[in-house]
């Protein structure tokens, strides 16, 4: 066996071999040059093969190392005025203060630090879970397999829908179409099939070939892998890899903003305060100590990653409840969505398909078992029959079998699976139940692919009669198209009374949440032009089978959570109306009636604007009527999520506010063109992450607004001091290590409060709408104000006998103030009996162990001298337990004061939503 000549995964050709010009080749010197049999590669061949030429991944840019993350923490303006501060303080006779100065500065580094390379790993962690998956043949099964394990020489299936995964030469193409428009600019899907093609050709006119990063629109086909990588045409022009990228979310950028022009702010304030203390004739070097110290101390420079850290963590909560996010901004816009546009099929219901009913001319019957296991028996009237007894019932399962692309087969554990559609795969499992298989199936010699346009598919099979065309599809289709029909085994005339009845009796299967297909054949006479048109005429009806998906058991109570936190559920499906609105009601959706595709073009915006109100059920639609349908929504401001599955939904999941595709049915495409990839295809689980998203959300307030009403009251204490005319109420290292406990790890444990009670009881929140409302900065000032007062009332009163202890009273009892202040932002509407005390134990964890650190400085003698601490009484700390405790008080009666006047408190977009 031969070993390709070109090189897919880096390493360099063989010495003296020029590089094949794939497109010229035939099928046979193709597989002759890279050693592929019709069984494809064997699995030890495979792995020697991807051994020597690297995985078939383009490469990426190298990640941040951790010193360049570590030196990046030390960039801030801030920061380097610490640094300089620090500087003049040792060269001015005090390197305590410097010393002092500098480990806060560090201490403050390995903190950013600790949480931009945590955020980091977590994307990176999701990045690598978002793999392409693809299926080759390999020792002579089919298997689906990591993209970036296929290898020169695998021999790939090609299906509609799916991303091609490497450059691939056709060797056998069923009305196979590729859109290549994002690597040659082509925008009409361009024709596939084997065959060898001159030198010189160009790129865009290679028929013969598929290539990497391009899409399957239409038909299937296989083909040798020969390219892998960075040496695939998509890769060699390092073009669109298509990677996940980690953005900078609004709300991070918002918190940018916001901490710049408080910065801002407290360096005004800073110098302010640096020439009052001139003023009053205190040191230069002190004062502007001070006033650096201060500055830093009124801005939140920790808030932008804490929010990072807090939405990577979020984003991990969401992995357990089977929402990747792709994109950080869509943790943030999924606890805002107001309108939730979800398929039907597999995210409602759960996606097995199971025939349960076959009509024929003749006879109706019910078909057992559940999933894809080949059990089950046909039942007549709940006798158990044979179905291969019976005509008219054989050939309808013969039917819907050789018109099919679908194949069982046994999985590892024991079970069944299904390669390819659900709704084929019911239909194998159905022929497979009455003991019917592929094995000796005849010749299939043309194919009429299946799309949204024809609603059927056609196979045309070379028997010992002649060719017979297999036709399934829309059974309403079908119906229209046939003149005959197969009853007690002879071919008769479809009259117009036979084809009304069939037609009611369809429609009683539509309206009972049935999904229904429809099959026919037609012996093709010689001669006769093998065309879709001239095919798919004449066509002898078998009968239809109804396809039962139940709806997933969890799926009602995920819609009554959705319609308790005024949220709107929209069905978009392309399924019979009939068969949404039956589904519809059994989950409990309420609309009045369905709506159509058809039913959408005929009316104005305006009209379609007013049905929305009330008809949340919409099928038989196309990618073209889901856009009109967000472009819509969109009128009112709505937060719309959109779910999606298909080629065509790309368009629709980039416009909406976040896009949701299907992690288990899904293509390649509608995943990378969304926000979200639903791993479990189960609606409850965006419910799920709406819920989520809300407390994501809301923690960023609190620790938002708790951080900046402790900043407030530092801001007091200090200038309100040096107003006075008071000693230095805290030293600059004080200062800093106040500003390191408040703003470490009290805030990074209040980003992981549980979801308040009421989280999906609320309508959404405006995503316009400042974190900073009126009520909020108003509740901010009064709770800084009175932090920073409470803060001179202790130091006034003790400066004049011991200016050490005074100091270290006002430093500890800040502190403890603080720690206080903390619980009130656990909530802005219930209070701590209400949430629960111990609900956050984290918090709880972090106010302790901040506390045990504030006792080592108090009397340890080496942290004493470096942060200048006086050693405190029990009563000490009994007082200041005490001065501190009203603080508490206020907001839990604030709270309750609220809530008996039916009240919400300071927090944006937490008005109920009606039950």
Not at 118 to 145: F, H, N, P, S, T
Not at 849 to 859: F, M, R
């Amino acid at each position: 066996m031969t070993v390709p000549n070109q090189d897919p995964g880096g390493v360099a050709p063989a010495e003296g071999r020029s590089l094949p010009q794939w497109h010229t080749l035939s099928t046979e010197e193709i597989r002759r040059e890279l050693g592929t049999g019709t069984a494809g590669l064997s699995t030890e061949e495979a792995e020697v093969r991807l051994q020597r030429y690297g995985e078939n991944v383009l490469q990426e840019e190298a990640r941040e190392t951790r010193l360049q993350v570590f030196l990046r923490q030390f960039k801030s303006i801030l920061i380097v005025i610490l640094i300089i501060a620090a500087v003049v303080s040792f060269f001015v006779g005090e390197p305590q203060d410097a010393a002092a100065i500098l480990i806060i500065v560090v201490l403050n580094a390995i903190l950013g630090f600790s949480q931009e390379w945590q955020a980091g790993e977590a994307i990176e962690a999701l990045r690598q879970m978002l793999v392409q998956r693809a299926v080759v043949i390999r020792d002579g099964k089919q298997r689906e397999i990591d993209a970036s394990g296929i290898v020169p020489g695998d021999l790939a299936v090609l299906e509609m829908g799916e991303r091609v995964p490497a450059d691939i030469s056709i060797v056998e193409a069923t009305s196979l179409e590729v859109d290549e428009a994002p690597l040659t600019g082509e925008s009409s899907p361009v024709d596939k099939a084997s065959g060898p093609l001159p030198p010189g050709t160009s790129l865009a006119e290679r028929s013969n070939m598929v290539f990497a990063g391009t899409t399957v629109v239409n038909g299937r086909g296989r083909g040798v892998v020969v390219s892998t990588g960075m040496k695939t045409e998509f890769g060699l022009i390092a073009g669109l890899s298509q990677r996940v990228r980690a953005e900078a979310t609004p709300l991070s950028r918002q918190m940018d903003v916001l901490g710049r022009d408080i910065g801002l702010i407290a360096i005004g304030i800073a110098a302010l305060a640096v020439a009052v203390g001139l003023l009053q004739q205190r040191e230069f070097l002190e004062m502007f100590l001070i006033g650096v110290s201060l500055a830093v101390a009124v801005i939140p420079e920790g808030l932008p990653a804490v929010v990072t850290l807090t939405l990577a963590i979020g984003i991990k909560n969401m992995m357990r409840r089977n929402c990747l996010i792709r994109r950080l901004p869509a943790s943030e816009t999924l606890g805002a969505v107001s309108v939730i546009c979800t398929d039907k099929t597999g995210t409602l219901t759960r996606n097995e398909m199971a025939v349960v009913r076959v009509k024929t001319p003749d006879r109706e019957v019910a078909v057992t078992g559940t999933g894809y296991a080949p059990e089950g028996e046909f039942l007549l009237e709940g006798n158990a029959v044979d179905p291969l007894e019976d005509p008219g019932l054989r050939q309808f399962l013969r039917a819907v079998l050789l018109c099919n692309h679908a194949t069982l087969a046994g999985d590892e554990v024991g079970g069944w699976r299904i390669f390819g559609t659900p709704t084929e795969g019911a239909l194998v499992v159905a022929a497979a139940k009455a003991g019917l298989s592929r094995e000796g199936a005849p010749e299939a010699v043309r194919e009429f692919s299946f799309n949204s346009t024809r609603k059927r598919m056609t196979i045309i099979y070379r028997e010992d009669g002649g060719d017979v065309a297999y036709v399934k599809g829309a059974p309403e289709v079908l119906l229209s198209r046939s003149s005959r029909l197969l009853r007690g085994g002879s071919v008769v005339p479809l009259t117009d009374d036979l084809r009304d009845t069939l037609r009611r009796e369809l429609g009683e299967y539509a309206s009972r949440g049935l999904r229904v297909l429809g099959a026919a054949y037609r012996p093709l006479p010689d001669g006769l032009a093998r065309t879709a048109e001239t095919v798919e005429e004449d066509l002898i009806f078998l009968g239809f089978a109804g396809i039962l998906d139940p709806p997933r058991p969890e799926a009602a109570e995920a819609i009554r959570l959705c319609r308790s936190s005024g949220i709107d559920v929209i069905m978009i499906t392309g399924d019979n109306p009939l068969t949404a609105y039956a589904i519809a009601q059994e989950l409990g959706l309420s609309s009045e009636g369905a709506l159509t595709g058809a039913d959408l073009e005929a009316m104005t915006d305006d009209e379609l604007e007013h049905r929305l109100r009330a008809t949340k059920v919409l099928s038989r639609v196309t990618a073209e009527h889901k856009l009109r349908v967000i472009d819509i929504l969109s009128r009112e401001k709505a937060v719309i999520a959109m779910t999606g599955d298909g080629v065509n939904d790309a368009p629709a999941l980039k416009k909406a506010s976040i896009g949701i595709a299907m992690g288990i049915k899904g293509t390649d495409v509608a995943k990378e063109s969304s926000d979200m990839v639903l791993v479990d295809d189960n609606f409850a689980s965006i419910v799920a992450g709406v819920e989520e998203g809300r407390r994501e959300y809301d923690n960023i307030a609190r620790f938002t607004r708790y951080l900046l009403s402790s900043n407030v009251g530092e801001l007091v204490a200090i200038v309100g001091g040096l107003l006075l005319g008071l000693p230095l109420i805290l030293i600059p290292v004080q200062i800093l290590w106040i500003n390191l406990v408040t703003d470490g790890l009290t805030a990074l444990a209040l980003g992981l409060e549980p979801a308040e009670q009421d989280v999906m009881q609320r309508r959404p929140r405006d995503p316009d709408e400042s974190i900073l409302t009126r009520s909020a900065f108003l509740v901010i000032l009064i709770l800084g104000i009175w932090l920073g007062l409470l803060t001179i009332y202790v130091f006034s009163g003790l400066y004049e006998v011991d200016l050490d202890r005074a100091r270290t009273m006002a430093f500890t009892g800040l502190i403890i103030f603080e720690f206080y202040n903390v619980l009130n932002f656990r909530s802005f509407r219930f209070p701590l009996h209400r949430i629960g005390f111990f609900s956050n134990p984290t918090l709880l964890l972090a106010i302790l162990g901040s506390l045990a650190l504030q006792v080592l400085v108090v009397y340890v003698p080496v942290l004493q001298a470096f942060l200048g601490t006086a050693s405190l009484t029990l009563a000490d700390w009994g007082l200041l337990a005490l001065l501190g405790l009203p603080v508490l008080l206020a907001g839990e009666a604030y709270k309750i004061l609220r809530l008996r006047s039916g009240r919400e408190g300071p927090d944006a977009g937490e008005t109920r939503a009606p039950a």
